[in-house]
């Protein structure tokens, strides 16, 4: 994201000169530039600028020769009179005293000394100290000791004003060296969003930055002289006009190949992130940063016209700059010529360049290329070769279309004013610049929508401080033209957040909506909180995890061939390549977080989590993608619900190993298949419904400790809505965890469906209930629930419990049989039971258990 | 085995009885009635002592069946009171009469005094230690992130919206088209977002709940105030502050002449409810394909001076707000007009207003969750910690 110089952000408004870095990216912030770093200035403290008075030469006994010098550095820092102690050389005046060993300066030069106090890049600190027999007062200071690399001329030794790296520049002793060599520079980065393209230049972030704080403000690109009269010098052929609207090509023959980039250029490009590379290159990514047009540099010599701007061909190969050889598709723009065998590429259209025309340093004559892109074009070109230019960044926003010409200038004057040479008399333009599309705007539009009262005068001056040209139109409106470098904005709704960003969105006041007032939470969401609080109250942990599985996981779960769970929903790009599916049940992810909280150091494990499972839709596996516009036929609609995967929410538990910590009140008991039935049972009570448990053999679990769970929907059908059971052993080891663990897993929405809205009333009988207990003799196969389904069936009306209380079998019960033992409350809402009506009842549920399941009343 | 029927009606109630109990007429004890003062007098004295002496209840029911029980000396004179000449039986009753009492009073008073501390010495053996850990079978937890999720329904509820829902696999169309991201917008690229198999399938893992927008207006049209609060997904690798998982959610409230600033009332109210205090709320102009004019919100830091309003400096070492004073939670904006044509709504009779805020980000903000981790990995350690609370 671009960096902003705050001294080259200040050529263009007017910066305060105690503006910091701190202060404007505050103030860019307040209009929607966000700060992403600040860079500090890179010297502090006293550098200033003294002359040279005396320099004595003192050979030194390891060799070396230093130079003791009295440096004039202004009334404000000399020393009024030399220390007795430590007089220093020739005539006594106001000076410091300064050992250097450098020798490339003579007594008169004007030189950089940092005085103690000042701190250098690398939080280098100067204090006085004694060296060579001398104090010396600070330091006289060379280019790389200030951060500016080495010397343009390759002059070794200090910095002398008037050379290398201070060329050009002069001074009195005293001066602030800082400011004169451009050390104290700031630097902000700052995040531009896709719809403000002309926020990557100096340009439009200085006219940013005048819009929020009223600073004065000159465009650049209106101080450019334009000489080049439009002529064809070069032919330039746009083959698809929509790709490349406008081409601008403009010469300049002569430069000296030699040439250097001059330090203040070269210092902001390197302060805005680009490293410099030769005069030509860096000129043109100084004027791109400055105005936000990319430029790009052809040797002249290398070229052969015609330029043709077309799409590649199929095949079509490019080594680009960066020394890559890239495969073209048929999307790719390309920059053409008729080098080689007559059509050759030579670029990639507003991303980068090829090696074949690339200025070298022996380059003198060049072709300049200032274009319009389509930002889709390039941006699609960029990402499929994986090559975010400065350039494709800038065309991929949108770049002003006025700009070719003027910025093409721009850099020729920039090349002849440091390298020499001629600027062509022609310029070649081809193309055309579209003008932008008016916008109609209600003068209380903006009120309408941001809820401030705007006066004319706001709205009106707002728009056109952004460049827009807005004249009055039928009734309360505007038509207001955008500039050039505002695509983004089509509809009046870009209009108004243009005004209430200038006016400033702190002053939209605070007004809290009066909604019309909700039904509150649905029963489902209700439930669902539910059946969490009740889990978590019997002791269960909930936690979290992520649906991505590995297709293993079917088989870890021992999920037999046809299972439904296989139906997994895959993902084209899933982040580990190991795990591309999404899980079909929650167990899937649940048993894994048991293990990894066991290798954790948790001895025992009570966990729940409620989350999404998804099965693939049988429907079909495309959603239509209709056309945004309008809202989507019913039909297209109903084609995107059909298409995507059947999801639910699942609630699902593991509980294993001990139920509690050993506690001095005995042994906890450990967690069993019993308690995964009773967590289910808990969990669907708490939203109101009841569950029905049949036996099964069901993955993962141990195929004679599983069941099925099921409810009663309001249509009076039982449907399956879950199971749980004793892990299978072998799932049980592959997860690490303890013996008889158990599990269940619920679909907690059909679940909820399954409640009734409303749980009507009982009647409370005040009469005394009977209580009848029975021992059934049964075969072993038949279930506690056949027997007390039995036994309901028996008693009649008159049941209000029935409670198993013991189940025993052994040698007095007989091989394969088991006894159960009920308790059953007879009452009847009507009067006091009589002895005959108990017998009756007794007899009606002996004779049931015996008809339904053949169990014998034991003596 | 029958044990029913036990009390079938209710026993008569006990009117024909007489409740006191009148002196047996026994017949006069043999031997002849005498009335020894001075025995009378050392049969009370000794009755007393033995009844200050008496260590316990055992000891005491003891020393009455001794001094008033039948064949007392107490006892005897009593019965032999009625053989005695006329003249003497009212001086004798007297005598033997006020003996008893007295001795009956003392036996009373001691029966009391000894029992209450016999329940006391009792319960004081009965003592136990009531630190001992009564943790036999520990309460389980809720896991934060779903508690937090509740909590910002029932603002929402409170303020009169309603809470909606949609599913994680969703169509692009809903997710993207509708939404007024256009086909070439980076979010849609293989980098950012996670798509469902085969190519082009049209379908994704949803990055934000805003589809769920889309449903509701699609379902029930204007004017519309809801909630979505949901799971989203992102191409992101896992590290402390990302997650390819998470948590959002994303308020749409459309009507006729909604406005920004109705925007900003909303969102100072969330953050009142959120992070408490005086909320200060700003926002700043950013861009989003979805609303028009769009902006960041930031909350004033609740935790460090800058709480206080925009004119204290923050904190700068404030670990919350990193010394800016100001926290960024998300974006928001005026719903754009394409995205109403989209969903069925006409721009030009309805506005509104959407916005979106990462739970995991309120969360770490609010409690001090150092590590987006600790809420995806499902360590019981980190639930447990808050119990049912946050």
């Known amino acids: ?859 | 085995m029958v044990r029913g029927a036990r009390a079938p009606s209710r026993p008569p109630p006990e009117h024909s009885r007489t409740k006191a109990n009148p002196v047996s007429e026994t017949s006069p004890a043999p031997g002849g009635p005498t009335i020894d003062e001075q025995a009378i007098t050392a049969a009370v004295d000794a009755a007393l002592a033995a009844i200050a002496a008496a260590p316990d209840t055992a000891a005491l029911k003891q020393v009455r069946i001794e001094h008033v029980g039948d064949a007392s000396v107490l006892t005897s004179a009593n019965r032999a009171i009625k053989d005695l000449p006329k003249e003497q039986k009212a001086a004798a009753g007297k005598l033997v009469g006020q003996g008893k009492g007295r001795v009956q009073q003392a036996l009373g008073a001691r029966q009391a005094e000894l029992a209450a501390a016999e329940e006391e010495a009792a319960l004081a053996a009965e003592t136990v230690d009531v630190t001992l850990p009564t943790d036999r079978r520990p309460r389980g937890a809720a896991h934060p992130l779903w508690t937090l999720t509740e909590r910002i329904e029932d603002f929402f509820v409170g303020i009169g919206w309603e809470i909606a829902e949609g599913p994680e696999a969703e169509s692009s169309w809903l997710n993207f088209d509708a939404l007024n991201a256009d086909a070439d917008h980076p979010s849609r690229s293989h980098q950012d977002t996670l798509y469902l198999a085969p190519e082009d399938s049209g379908m994704l893992l949803r990055t934000q709940t805003s589809p769920v927008q889309i449903r509701a207006m699609l379902e029930r049209g204007a004017p519309l105030y809801v909630a979505c609060p949901g799971t989203v997904y992102r191409a992101d690798e896992m590290d402390a502050t990302h997650s390819p998982m998470f948590n959002q959610v994303e308020g749409l409230a459309i009507d006729k002449g909604l406005t920004m600033a109705n925007l900003v009332g909303t969102l100072d109210a969330l953050a009142a409810h959120l992070f408490g205090g005086a909320p200060i709320t700003r926002l700043r102009p950013n861009h989003f394909p979805f609303t028009e004019p769009s902006a960041e919100m930031d909350f004033r830091c609740f935790a460090c001076d800058a709480r206080h309003g925009v004119e204290h400096d923050a904190d700068p070492d404030c670990r919350v707000c990193g010394g800016t004073g100001w926290i960024e939670m998300g974006g928001c904006g005026m719903v754009h007009p394409n995205v109403l044509r989209a969903a069925g709504i006409d721009p030009e009779e309805y506005q509104g207003f959407a916005f979106g805020l990462g739970i995991e980000r309120i969360l770490m903000l609010r409690n001090g969750v150092p590590d987006m981790r600790d809420m995806v990995e499902g360590d019981v350690r980190f639930s447990q910690h808050y119990g049912t609370e946050i």
Request: some cysteine.
């Open chain 1, 1 to 859: 994201m671009p960096r902003i110089p705050l001294t080259w952000l200040g050529e263009h408004a007017e910066l305060p000169t105690t503006a910091s870095a701190f202060e404007v990216a505050t103030d860019l912030s307040r209009l929607g530039l966000e700060e992403e770093a600040i860079f500090g200035a890179q010297v502090t403290g006293p550098l200033v600028v003294g002359r040279v008075l005396e320099l004595v030469k003192e050979p030194q006994k390891n060799g070396k020769t230093i130079n003791w010098v009295r440096v004039d550095v202004g009334p404000e820092h000399n020393e009024d009179a030399d220390n007795p102690k430590d007089p220093q050389p020739g005539e006594e005046r106001p000076s410091r005293g300064i050992i250097c060993g450098a020798h490339n300066f003579v007594e008169g030069d004007l030189v950089v000394v940092s005085l103690p106090g000042t701190v250098l890049p690398g939080d280098f600190a100067i204090a006085a100290r004694k060296t060579y027999g001398h104090v010396s007062d600070g330091m006289i200071c060379s280019g790389e000791e200030l951060g500016l690399g080495p010397d343009p001329d390759g002059e070794d030794g200090i910095i002398v004003l008037g050379r290398g790296h201070a060329k050009g520049l002069t001074a009195e002793p005293g001066d602030d060296a800082i400011a004169l060599l451009g050390l104290a520079d700031e630097v902000v980065e700052i995040n531009v969003t896709p719809d403000r393209g002309y926020c990557f230049s100096m340009r439009g972030v200085a006219r940013e930055y005048s819009h929020a704080t009223g600073a004065a403000y000159t465009d650049p690109a209106t101080t450019v002289e334009l000489t080049a009269q439009p002529g064809a010098e070069l032919e330039v052929r746009l083959e698809d006009p929509a790709a490349c609207s406008r081409f601008v090509a403009l010469s300049v023959t002569g430069v000296d190949p030699s040439a250097q980039t001059p330090r203040w250029m070269a210092r902001r490009l390197t302060l805005a992130g680009m490293r410099p590379i030769s005069l030509i290159v860096d000129v043109t990514n100084y004027v791109m940063l400055d105005l936000g047009q990319p430029l790009h540099a052809y040797d002249a010599a290398k070229l052969v016209g015609p330029i043709t701007v077309r799409r590649a061909r199929k095949g079509e190969k490019l080594t680009t700059l960066d020394d890559v050889t890239r495969t073209l598709d048929p999307a790719d723009l390309l920059i053409t010529d008729a080098g080689g065998e007559g059509d050759r590429v030579l670029g990639l259209a507003g991303v980068m360049g090829g090696e074949d025309t690339e200025v070298s340093d022996t380059t003198t004559d060049i072709l300049l290329e200032a274009a319009t892109f389509d930002p889709v074009t390039v941006a699609r070109t960029a990402r499929r070769h994986r090559l975010p230019s400065e350039a494709s960044k800038r065309f991929e926003r949108g770049v002003d279309p006025q700009l070719p010409l003027i910025a093409a200038h721009r850099a020729a004057q920039l090349i002849v004013e440091h390298g020499g040479g001629q600027i062509a008399a022609q310029v070649t333009d081809a193309g055309t610049v579209t003008e932008p599309t008016p916008v109609t705007l209600g003068l209380h539009d903006a009120e309408r929508v941001v809820g401030i009262a705007y006066t004319d005068a706001q709205v009106i001056d707002a728009l056109e401080a952004i460049g827009c040209t807005v004249e009055r139109g039928e009734g309360e409106t505007l038509l207001v033209t955008p500039p050039s470098w505002r695509p983004d904005l089509t509809i009046r709704e870009d209009l108004v957040e243009e005004i209430a960003r200038l006016v400033g969105y702190a002053e939209i006041p605070s007004v809290l909506p009066t909604a019309p007032g909700g039904r509150g939470l649905t029963v489902a969401q209700r439930s669902r909180r539910a059946a969490r609080r009740a889990l978590a109250e019997a002791g269960l942990i909930e936690v979290n995890s992520a649906p991505f599985v590995a297709p293993s996981i079917h088989d870890a779960l021992r999920y037999e061939e046809g299972d439904a769970r296989h139906r997994a929903v895959r993902v084209l790009n899933p982040l580990a390549d190991d795990e591309p599916l999404l899980r079909t049940e929650l167990l899937q992810t649940l048993l894994p977080v048991a293990k990894r909280n066991l290798g954790r150091g948790e001895e025992s494990v009570a966990i729940f989590q409620r989350g999404s499972v998804f099965l693939a839709s049988e429907a079909g596996t495309i959603a239509p993608v209709p056309a945004p516009a309008e809202r989507p036929s019913d039909a297209d609609l109903e084609a995107i619900h059909a298409a995507l995967p059947v999801q639910t929410t699942a609630l699902a538990a593991v509980v294993g190993g001990s139920s509690g910590p050993d506690s001095w009140q005995g042994e906890p008991a450990p967690w069993g298949w019993a308690d995964a039935f009773d967590m289910a049972r808990r969990a669907a009570a708490a939203v109101g419904a009841e569950l029905e448990v049949r036996q099964i053999e069901r993955a993962p679990f141990h195929p004679g400790r599983a069941g099925e769970l099921r409810v009663l929907t309001a249509d009076g059908d039982s449907i399956v809505v879950g199971a749980a059971g004793e892990l299978h052993p072998s799932v049980r080891k592959e997860f690490s965890l303890p013996v008889r663990t158990a599990a269940f897993e619920l679909d907690l929405e059909a679940v909820i469906a399954a409640a009734p809205a409303v749980i009507r009333a009982v009647p409370v009988p005040t009469y005394p209930p009977a209580k009848e207990d029975f021992a059934f003799v049964v075969e072993e196969t038949v279930p506690a629930s056949a027997v007390e389904a039995a036994i309901l069936v028996g008693a009649g009306d008159l049941a209000e419990d029935v409670h198993l209380f013991d189940v025993f079998t052994g040698e007095q019960i007989g091989e394969g049989k088991k006894s159960l033992a009920y308790a059953v409350k007879l009452r009847s809402p009507e009067a006091t039971l009589t002895a005959e009506q108990i017998g009756t009842a007794r007899k009606g549920i002996i004779a049931a258990v015996e008809s339904a399941v053949g169990g014998v009343l034991r003596a």
